[in-house]
């Protein structure tokens, strides 16, 4: 049996169909990624269940690699789930991803300048093209949000009237009330005039077959890395920096933990910690605070 039916059964299983709708997507889209993957100069989607070996699993996943360790560990998984599946069913008596070894991933800690985010934000909206993927990184700048998250964020959320936003994060599923800037409502408001007909916030601006569809995990990342060549910006950048970047900002601003966890939905402050990083900005307001403190008890 080709590895096609075996995915063809896992997407109707009930496994799957229990999942939540970003995750189905993500499943299918890791998933597409291992079936292309040319092994011994041929598609793993092409070969029989049970001729997947552990070694063509290794090979895959060095390929993966290099297109980085966070998206190959990603891909890992879902071949995993796709074979634990086929076993339960007794489609294939082996799992070959499950002796391939994951490469630990490197904690990103980059963090956007202001001047870089406003360069992006401009490039982006003279475009009108580029314009939604501008709105979506101004939204997860703004309101620390993950980018996946804000692409997919729909007009119900929103109340313009109160300027708030309400967010059910797909990750942890954490609920946050957030508030609205001035400045981000006027975009918001000129969105809803052109694109407040359908459901999606920032959808991809041209339809298809007359339907607004949100920017798939693929895309979005393309469209903004030419957006940041177009302004010039580092290839170190991320649309993914964003919600460290603005979460690092409130560090600095000297804003709570209590605080900043209500608006990044974390429920332990341990899970904080990879957004955070030691700057000047914030050295200097605890150093200033405790200076006042000393000057006002001698």
Not at 29 to 54: F, P
Not at 62 to 83: D, K, M, P, T
Request: with cysteine.
């Amino acid at each position: 049996m080709k590895l096609n039916k075996l995915v063809e059964d896992y997407y109707i299983s009930y496994e799957f169909n229990n999942l939540v709708e970003q995750t189905k997507k993500q499943y299918q889209y890791h998933i597409s990624i291992m079936l292309d993957t040319v092994v011994d100069g041929k598609a793993i989607r092409e070969r029989q269940c049970d001729k997947v070996s552990s070694r063509m699993a290794k090979v895959a996943y060095n390929q993966w690699c290099e297109r980085g360790v966070y998206l190959a560990n990603h891909v890992l998984s879902a071949a995993r789930i796709l074979f634990n599946h086929g076993m339960n069913m007794e489609m294939v008596l082996v799992n070959p991803f499950l002796t391939v070894k994951r490469r630990p991933q490197s904690v990103r800690s980059v963090v956007w300048s202001r001047e870089q985010v406003q360069t992006f934000l401009e490039t982006a909206y003279s475009d009108f093209n580029s314009r939604n993927v501008g709105l979506i990184a101004q939204m997860a700048y703004e309101w620390c949000q993950r980018v996946g998250d804000m692409r997919l964020l729909k007009w119900d959320n929103l109340d313009l009237d109160e300027s708030r936003v309400y967010i059910k994060q797909s990750k942890r599923k954490a609920e946050v009330f957030l508030p609205i800037s001035q400045e981000l409502k006027e975009m918001l408001l000129e969105q809803q005039d052109d694109f407040g007909f359908q459901e999606y916030v920032a959808p991809m601006v041209v339809p298809t077959r007359g339907v607004y569809h949100p920017y798939t995990l693929h895309r979005l990342p393309k469209v903004a890395r030419r957006i940041m060549k177009a302004a010039g910006l580092p290839d170190t950048l991320r649309l993914s920096d964003l919600r460290r970047t603005g979460t690092t900002e409130m560090v600095d601003a000297g804003v709570g933990m209590a605080q900043i966890m209500s608006v990044t939905g974390h429920a332990n402050p341990q899970s904080v910690k990879p957004y955070m990083k030691n700057t000047f900005t914030s050295a200097d307001l605890a150093l200033t605070t405790r200076r006042k403190h000393d000057i006002k008890t001698s």
